[in-house]
């Protein structure tokens, strides 16, 4: 076993992640109340931009920099030395497509590490396939375990994923602790922050990253993917119940289980389990399945609260990680928000503002709604917000419930931005035009998501 103990990791989590958000949203707030219904970032059409002359040993020291940052506010502090550098957009973007260079000299085997956050420290470990070659792309499991409610925050066990292995892929595992549950926006940050320092260090394939947990943290599976669904491609939860999050005494706060419409779910519960057995857990299932949730469901008749079903189990869960990659950069998203900045974004729509709701509201598509009678599986307190993209070529498609405000991110792997791009918001046209892509925006945004396939050029700030 190798053992690394990493310093103090500084992060990009939900604080300064609001703080980003908020800062673009006021922004490009401001601009939108003294122009039209849309705006730009970037050029206008038609505009011309001076750009220094190319210096190709600048260019290279300005990337390798920016590979070289241990987190996206490092990256983000040596973007302008990218842009000082000549480099063209299309030569960023196909730098930032290839990615960094890998070593190959690094830890394998159970690689320990942590980093503070909020005055807390945040243990994990990475499980790293000894043969691991730089040269090859690693599919990731998180690995969120039990017992959440525990008072240490020591990390469990030998910080190997032990009898839960399948396929060769990189582990990583997490600790959650009483005060730092899975379904706290302690945890979205954390999560975020370790996915982020691991792919500065490993081939991570980041259209192969998935979320799992047994008992609470297969509860955790569900409620990261109602929260922070875009680094993710799947969720699996293990013995795991959608429903405890409905508890008071957890103090949740509101969710919206149409957003888990956006990934796939394998779902396994055990007919004899005495916490939460198939035949409690399975009709809230089939209501998500049928409320179109895409969800494989694995009851195991005899299995208890534990895993021993696993070997019978591993090779389906495999196959199912296998045979559903994350697309990027979707054609069609959902997303439902409380507004705050952290949890307002999904792939390539932020929504920065909400509305005031209207009687109307109520009668949308809702997975949240258990029966037409209008029983819930959670009784949100709060406003919401919610916004549905159609994408067809050029031309989107949202429709809207609550939101008065949104920013599309585009991609050139997703818009043709040399030809214009059309809006329509509930019906009606709130942009048509031209949208020119800036080597800024990409930049900014490439440092902040630290993946190569999930790139963006423009962004398109919609007032509806």
Do not use: C
Request: aromatic share 8%.
């Amino acid at each position: 076993m190798i053992e690394r103990r990493a310093v103090a990791i500084p992060l990009l989590g939900a604080a300064a992640a609001a703080l980003a958000a908020g800062a673009l949203a006021a922004r490009l707030s401001a601009r939108a109340a003294a122009g039209p219904r849309a705006d730009l970032a970037g050029r206008a059409p038609g505009a011309t931009q001076a750009s220094p002359p190319a210096d190709p040993a600048g260019i290279d020291a300005a990337f390798a920099a920016f590979w070289a940052a241990r987190n996206p506010q490092e990256a983000a502090a040596r973007v302008p030395a990218i842009l000082k550098s000549g480099v063209t957009l299309d030569a960023a973007l196909a730098r930032l497509k290839r990615g960094r260079p890998y070593s190959a000299s690094v830890a394998r085997g159970v690689v320990r590490a942590s980093h503070t956050a909020h005055g807390k420290e945040f243990f994990y470990s990475i499980d790293v396939p000894p043969a691991y070659d730089p040269a090859r792309r690693y599919q990731v499991r998180v690995q969120l375990h039990g017992g959440v409610s525990r008072e240490s925050n020591r990390p469990r066990g030998d910080g190997s994923i032990g009898a839960l292995a399948g396929a060769e892929q990189i582990y990583i595992l997490p600790t959650g602790w009483i005060d730092a549950m899975w379904w706290t926006p302690l945890q979205i940050e954390n999560l975020r922050t370790i996915l982020d320092a691991v792919k500065r260090t490993y081939n991570v394939d980041e259209n192969r990253v998935v979320v799992s947990g047994v008992s609470d943290g297969g509860t955790g599976a569900y409620y990261i993917a109602m929260k922070d669904t875009t680094p993710y491609a799947a969720f699996l939860p293990l013995n795991g119940n959608i429903m405890v999050l409905r508890s008071e005494e957890l103090g949740v706060g509101d969710l919206f289980p149409t957003n888990l419409r956006n990934k796939p779910f394998f779902v396994v519960n055990g007919g004899r389990d005495p916490l939460y057995p198939a035949s409690s857990v399975g009709p809230v299932v089939q209501h998500l399945a049928e409320a179109g949730v895409e969800v494989v469901y694995r009851p195991q008749p005899n299995g208890a609260h534990n895993t021993a079903w696993w070997p019978e189990v591993r090779d389906s869960f495999e196959a199912f990680v296998r045979s559903h990659p994350r697309n990027p950069l979707p054609d069609t998203l959902t997303w439902e928000t409380g507004g705050a900045p952290a949890e307002s974004r999904a792939h390539w729509l932020v929504i920065d503002k909400l509305a005031p709701a209207r009687r109307a509201d109520a009668d949308r598509d809702d997975v949240n709604r258990l029966t037409k009678e209008g029983a819930l599986m959670f009784d949100n307190r709060r406003p919401s917000g919610r916004v549905d993209l159609v994408r067809r070529g050029n031309a989107v498609a949202a429709t809207v419930w609550g939101v008065a405000e949104f920013t599309l991110l585009l991609s050139p792997d997703q818009f043709d931005l040399a030809q214009p791009i059309r809006v329509t918001v509930n019906g009606r046209t709130a942009f048509e035009g031209r949208v020119e892509p800036s080597l800024e925006t990409l930049l900014r945004w490439a440092a902040r998501d630290n993946d190569r396939t999930m790139l963006f050029t423009a962004e398109l700030h919609i007032r509806v």
